[in-house]
């Protein structure tokens, strides 16, 4: 299965651009929305969807800007939050924060770092006030779907070259 859906025979050994759309649409959909949609009804569930949701900033900075995040992780995360949230006036200092406390913490300790709380009453999905680093996973996870709607809905639009090469090419490095 290369996802949910479809196996590697399902386009062959040579996928258009418009298959790897496809597939990856398929991916994000089965293996992180609907996956973390399901999860919010568990009680205290919220670290859980944080956990499958947060690694999106990364990834969606790949895609859209054809660049890597390799040894530059906080970077793209920066540039991902800064895509999903273009009218919200993050600081790089306080996406730094937010980069150190959530994701690092989750993603290299197990665990967010002190100074995180999680909860469905905060009014924004992710918000710092001070040192503090709020994130809201139901807002988080809705804010997010709509994101990568979009983004998807971009790159089938056979008119952007550009925004089609970058996902492409990094859709590419992933399957070599």
């Known amino acids: 299965m290369i996802s949910p859906q479809f196996t590697t025979e399902t386009f062959g050994p040579n996928p258009t651009l418009d298959h790897k759309i496809l597939i990856f649409e398929d991916r994000e959909l089965g293996w992180r929305f609907n996956i973390a949609k399901a ?15 947060f690694a999106y900033f990364e990834m969606v900075a790949q895609y859209s800007t054809g660049h890597s995040s390799d040894h530059k992780s906080g970077i793209a995360f920066r540039e991902g939050v800064r895509l999903v949230y273009p009218t919200r006036t993050f600081e790089s200092n306080q996406l730094d924060i937010i980069f150190s406390r959530v994701r690092c913490g989750m993603f290299h300790d197990g665990y967010t ?4 709380l999680i909860g469905g009453g905060f009014p924004n ?3 710092i006030d001070k040192y503090t680093v709020r994130v809201n996973p139901h807002k988080l996870r809705a804010d997010l779907y709509n994101h990568f709607s979009q983004y998807v809905a971009m790159v089938k639009d056979v ?4 925004e089609r090469a970058n996902f492409e090419k990094i859709f590419d490095a992933g399957t070599n």
């Open 125 to 127: 999905a992710l918000d």
């Open 159 to 162: 008119t952007r070259t550009k």
């Open 113 to 116: 770092k002190f100074g995180t």
């Open 39 to 53: 999860t919010e009804i568990i009680p205290d569930a919220g670290y859980a969807v944080i956990s499958i949701l």
